[in-house]
């Protein structure tokens, strides 16, 4: 599925998206979780608290597709008898080890939605997205976080992973 594409459908989904969480997306689409995990029993402790944290949603979807072979897993979602935590985050692990993007084509895919941004239904203008960008960048696209209005209305809670990861039986 094409990134824009893949913006289109989240812009659709989550209506209340803001500059930073569009471009959180495409953070994980090339870089993956982009997390250096230092001490797997740690990344499991942290998985274990926010999914204790995370209140259930049984019709919901398992993951979502954000391009170039990665998903997220959906915690409200997860049923842990399919897919047990430490699995899931054996597979977090391992995916942040292999899923090394790039600054270039991080910075290429940014330019792409701007160039794409009338395809895309964003909530906000094109010239909030081209002032954050430009913050952004003066900043040397760090990691973000989801905004405050985004975490209020969807409460994200997920791990970001390798598509390749998720086994026949949880799909």
Do not use: W
């Not at 289109?8 to 209340?16: I, S, V």
């Not at 094109?126 to 209020?152: D, F, I, N, T």
């Amino acid at each position: 599925m094409e990134l824009i594409e893949i913006l289109n459908e989240h812009a659709k989904k989550y209506p209340l998206l803001e500059p930073c969480d569009a471009v959180k997306l495409i953070y994980q689409n090339e870089f993956g979780g982009g997390h250096i995990i230092k001490d797997p029993e740690q990344s499991l402790e942290m998985l274990r608290r926010e999914f204790e944290q995370t209140e259930r949603c049984p019709g919901a979807v398992l993951y979502e597709n954000i391009g170039n072979g990665i998903i997220r897993v959906n915690l409200a979602a997860l049923d842990v008898s399919a897919y047990p935590l430490e699995k899931l985050n054996r597979d977090f692990v391992v995916s942040a080890e292999r899923h090394r993007g790039n600054i270039e084509s991080f910075a290429a895919k940014l330019g792409l939605m701007m160039n794409g941004f009338e395809e895309i239904g964003f909530g906000f203008s094109k010239q909030e997205l081209e002032e954050y960008l430009v913050r952004y960048k003066k900043a040397g696209y760090p990691m973000v976080s989801h905004s405050l209005q985004y975490k209020s209305a969807y409460k994200p809670a997920y791990r970001v992973i390798e598509a390749s990861c998720l086994g026949s039986a949880v799909i």
